[in-house]
């Protein structure tokens, strides 16, 4: 391919001009392969030489799990507020404000209802992209309702997280949503509605210390970073060298944190077939 390679002057190997349009090739965060977009995008966000998973957007995530044109949201218009005046080297509310232009949602958590091969679900996925798919009273207030509602309706709970943990800026009513989550995953638990846990990468902090650990079934994507404290804050905390692999899904299913590692295209499948075994 000598027209990829260039000199300074911008010419190909064989002295002609060109020009590379702008976003048509993307480097692996994980091989560094030089890959053409198209061709990760038909593959689900996927890089076809290391099977690493890029980070994708709730719509394509929705799209990914549920049928196509099943989803309806709940609660779109529920939106954060700063009962703390929290201001760090930018304003709470200026953060917030900030997220929700970039996003065009009013939080970092979207639920809802659809179907998966006809079954029922109802569904939850972080948004990463808002402030780091980070769980403040709103999040939980969203996780409480989507759980309240599965157990009324006797339809199985999905919740897809991408997290750095509970949201400082909110305090201990951050803290609080730990708590609460689980103990709206407790009731549904007691009637015998099933919760499937998708961890994606990232999940961190009280997202993982909390409900999403405590899925029926508990779903990674392969090389999904998964723990409490980040790795390196675990380092200079013991003073020792963390295990290859360490807070990886792989790592986490050898330990017995994880029941299953399934590749993005794989997801959908799976969930039909674990609905249809824990289907009443």
Known sequence: MAWFKKDKSGRSADGKRFKIPEGLWLKCDSCKEVIYRKEIEKNAKVCPKC???FPISVDERIAL???EGSFKEWDAGLSPMDPLNFKDSARYRD???AAQEKTRRR???VIGEGMINHLPVI???FNFSFMGGSMGSV???????AAERAAERRWPLILVSSSGGAR???GILSLMQMAKTSAALGRLAEVKVPFFSILTDPTFGGVTASFAMLGDMIIAEPKALIGFAGPRVIEQTIKQQLP????RSEFLMDHGMVDLILERKKLKQTLAKLLAFFSP
């Open 95 to 97: 953060r917030l404000k």
């Open 65 to 67: 799990i549920l049928d």
């Open 244 to 247: 290859e692999g360490f807070q």
């Open 123 to 125: 569904i939850g996925v």
């Open 139 to 145: 999040v939980g207030e969203k996780i409480l309702r």
């Open 107 to 109: 939080e970092a958590m």
């Open 168 to 170: 400082m800026q909110e």
């Open 51 to 53: 099977n690493y998973h």
